[in-house]
């Protein structure tokens, strides 16, 4: 019964000599408020929800991005066409229609080549 009474009663022993030599106070712990609140199992599970929020978020702006990215693309080949299309008719007021229509399989052909 006194080795039951002895263990529950127990101080802490000193690690070693205190500094400021007052032996007879308690040693003393890091004042840390939040700590023992939550579980560990709770943490990593929120950890785990925030992770896949995360990579959602992620996945929605890459998708957004693309769509965007899109969208600038059918606005430059528009105007690429556009350029073109007035180019062409420019040429067509100076020379005649079948000249034009030459000049421009020539071109069609020259870009495939290169691409």
């Known amino acids: 019964m006194s080795t039951a009474a002895a263990a529950s009663g127990k101080k802490p022993e000193p690690q070693g000599m205190r500094k400021n030599g007052k032996q007879w106070h308690l040693q003393r712990k890091a004042f840390r408020p939040g700590s023992g609140l939550t579980s560990y199992e709770k943490r990593s599970k929120l950890r785990m929800e925030t992770a896949a929020t995360k990579a959602r978020e992620k996945e929605m702006k890459e998708e957004k991005e693309a769509e965007r990215q899109q969208r600038v693309q059918a606005i ?5 066409a556009k350029e073109e299309k007035e ?29």
């Open 87 to 115: 180019r062409y008719e420019k040429m067509a007021e100076k020379m005649h229609k079948k000249r034009v229509e030459r000049l421009k399989r020539k071109e069609k052909r020259n870009k495939l080549l290169n691409s």
């Open 76 to 80: 430059k080949e528009k105007r690429a």
